[in-house]
Each structure stands twice: as structure tokens, then as C-alpha cells.
Nanobody, 126 residues
């Protein structure tokens, strides 16, 4: 059974940092592109960032460029999202998603992905 499990969320003050993890079981992440998405109450889901299977190609939403960094450790079967300079508007449930692909790219569109985690809450507040 394929599972993606997010962790690392929590409450942080504006300007603070968090690192989210997306750990996979039931599959080897190496051939998969991974995306991070978020959804705040009353808002549509937003594609935050993604990374291709090799880790050499990434894509970021304008709202997080320069603040968030996606990376992957295939040996640990885990993808990370380092979030710095957090703002209240970053508050949301964050999800990771996976798609097996041979394409040397990734897409920040939710419909492209096959597997999803349950999400982890990130709250940025003073």
C-alpha cells in the first residue's frame, strides 16, 4: 500500500522557519516527481513547489520564491520543504503528492499527481 506521510508542521511566529518532510512507504520515490501543495480555509489549493525525479529541476510559485526550498533524499525515500521567512499568509494545510514519470520536469498542478499524503498543518502567527 502506497503511503505518503507529511510531518514537521506546527505553529511558528512570522519570520520563522519550518522544515516539512514527506516520507514514502510502499514505493520507492526515485522515479517520482514530487509536489508540495497547500490549502488555506476558504481558498483553493495552491501548488507551492515541485521537484523532478532526479532533483535537478524545481518549480516554485511566485508567492514562495526565495523563501521556500524543495529537496529530496532518495536514499531516505523522503522529500523536504524548507520554509524560511514565514508569513501569516503561509498558514495552510500542506500536502505532498507523487507522480511516477520519465519526464525531466514537474508540474504544480494537482491533477497531474497520483498519490497524496494526508497533510500537515502550518500556522504562522504571533
Amino acid at each position: 500500500q502506497v503511503q505518503l506521510v507529511e510531518s514537521g508542521g506546527g505553529l511558528v511566529q512570522p519570520g520563522g522557519s519550518l522544515r516539512l518532510s514527506c516520507a514514502a512507504s510502499g514505493l520507492t520515490l526515485k522515479p517520482y516527481a514530487i509536489g508540495w501543495f497547500r490549502q488555506a480555509p476558504g481558498k483553493e489549493r495552491e501548488g507551492v513547489t515541485c521537484i523532478n525525479s532526479s532533483g535537478l529541476s524545481t518549480n516554485y510559485a511566485d508567492s514562495v520564491k526565495g523563501r521556500f526550498t524543495i529537496s529530496r533524499d532518495n536514499a531516505k525515500n523522503t522529500v523536504y520543504l524548507q520554509m524560511n521567512s514565514l508569513k501569516p499568509e503561509d498558514t495552510a494545510v500542506y500536502y505532498c503528492a507523487a507522480r511516477r514519470t520519465v519526464l525531466p520536469m514537474c508540474i504544480r498542478t494537482g491533477e497531474w499527481y497520483d498519490y497524496w499524503g494526508q497533510g500537515t498543518q502550518v500556522t504562522v502567527s504571533s
